[in-house]
């Protein structure tokens, strides 16, 4: 099966901006030795408020620099004579994107500059202005699945205000997902065990249910796209083998890019055994990305072990804010258990909407706890939501 990268797929721009070749008159400028590059903020950065522009100036003779003007969408908002050069500017309350370029005079009348894109935040998880959508699954002391409760069992808890359920269903509905896996060199050896627990969780998917298959090395390859053909997905799933060096940011970042604008229930599914290694996308970035879309994340760590905590925090981070779950598996044999887990939970998820109290759309994080009357029950939930004014209009997903 050929692997289609989704840097093409999905917009290249977008994860290889820091690539992206200069344009020509900036490398003859640079061979003159005269450029400037913005350090702060970064391309695909999120911008609220009052923020720090910088930019560094390379040129053999500081002192022949003229000026540097910072500009936020064409228009000059500081000019700086000295270095260091920076500014601070206010770029509001809304997370929109902003052209930010930098521009350096040098006294004989050259020019250089650079530019970045900031990254607004693309909320999707109201139906109605004041709506919120949460998925909940419920476990007991013993780590057992809850079924049959009702609206009455659950508090929905916003900025510590107790809030009304208004919907609420336990029925299994249907669901899309994205099925990623490593693919980097240190799982050569497990890839098998991988291809067999993978394949028997796609046999656990409805009819209705679709699934699209991602792997990852160092590079991200869509190795199947949204489908309810199971033979195709376990083709693609066994397709895969072990090389190169490990981006899950990227990997995450891309299936976040496929699930936006589905409608219902989703979730994405990540094995991997290791560290980042070579994403261009940062963790900061994709974990706001995994706040701002209503997409479950269960994660899979492989060989990851009780001292790798920096691996471990970074799984269970995303799968906790998600309303997700991480799982630990020792050897590859114990995958099959672990798929079966994540299989079980998805057919045991609570769907509750409520009306939100808040009434301030300045971008800012708020945060959501669903909790158990019964204090003997543990409830997953997604931890809140962005107050995004324009994500009222967006639909369900």
């Known amino acids: 099966m050929i692997r289609r990268s989704l840097l093409g797929l999905l917009g290249a721009a977008v994860l290889a901006a820091s690539l992206a070749p200069p344009a020509l008159a900036q490398d003859a400028e640079r061979r003159r030795g005269f450029a400037i590059q913005i350090t702060s903020p970064a391309s695909q950065d999120i911008v609220l408020g009052k923020t720090r522009i910088a930019a560094k100036v390379r040129i053999d003779r500081p002192e022949d620099v003229d000026r540097v003007e910072f500009l936020v969408n064409d228009a000059v908002v500081f000019v700086d004579r000295e270095p260091p050069y920076e500014c601070f500017h206010d770029f509001g309350e809304t997370p929109r994107s902003f052209v930010i370029r930098a521009v350096a005079y040098h006294k004989e009348g050259i020019t250089v500059s650079d530019a970045v894109v900031t990254r607004k935040i693309e909320v999707a998880y109201f139906e109605q202005v004041n709506r919120v959508i949460l998925w909940a699954s419920v476990t007991d002391r013993k780590d057992q699945f809850v079924s049959g409760l009702g609206r009455d069992d659950f508090r929905v808890i916003e ?32 890839m098998k065990q991988v291809h067999a627990a993978a394949g028997a969780f796609v046999d656990t998917l409805r009819p209705e249910d679709r699934a699209l298959v991602i792997a990852f090395d160092d590079k991200v390859f869509l190795l199947q796209d949204l489908t309810a053909d199971r033979d195709a997905l376990k083709d693609a799933i066994t397709s895969t083998e072990a090389i190169g060096a490990t981006a899950i940011y990227d990997a995450l970042h891309a299936a976040f890019r496929k699930l936006r604008g589905i409608p219902g229930r989703k979730a994405i599914i990540l094995l991997s055994d290791g560290d980042d290694t ?113 994500a009222a209009a967006g639909s369900t997903p």
């Open 278 to 390: 070579s994403s261009q996308a940062g963790y900061a970035r994709v974990l706001e990305e995994a706040k701002a879309q209503n997409v479950l994340i269960y994660g899979i760590g492989l060989g990851i072990g009780m001292l790798d905590r920096g691996r471990k925090n970074v799984l269970k981070e995303f799968s906790d804010v998600t309303g997700g779950r991480a799982y630990f598996v020792k050897e590859a044999k114990d995958l099959a258990g672990a798929y079966q887990q994540i299989a079980d939970e998805l057919r045991h998820e609570y769907y509750l909407t409520y009306s939100t109290s808040n009434t301030t759309w300045d971008g800012r994080w708020i945060k959501v706890e669903v909790e158990a009357r019964n204090s003997d029950y543990s409830v997953r939930a997604r931890r809140g939501f962005f107050a995004v004014r324009a």
């Open 159 to 190: 900025d510590g205000n107790e809030q009304t359920v208004q919907e609420f269903t336990a029925e299994d509905r249907p669901i899309a997902l994205a099925i990623l896996l490593d693919t980097s060199g240190s799982m050569k050896e497990r």
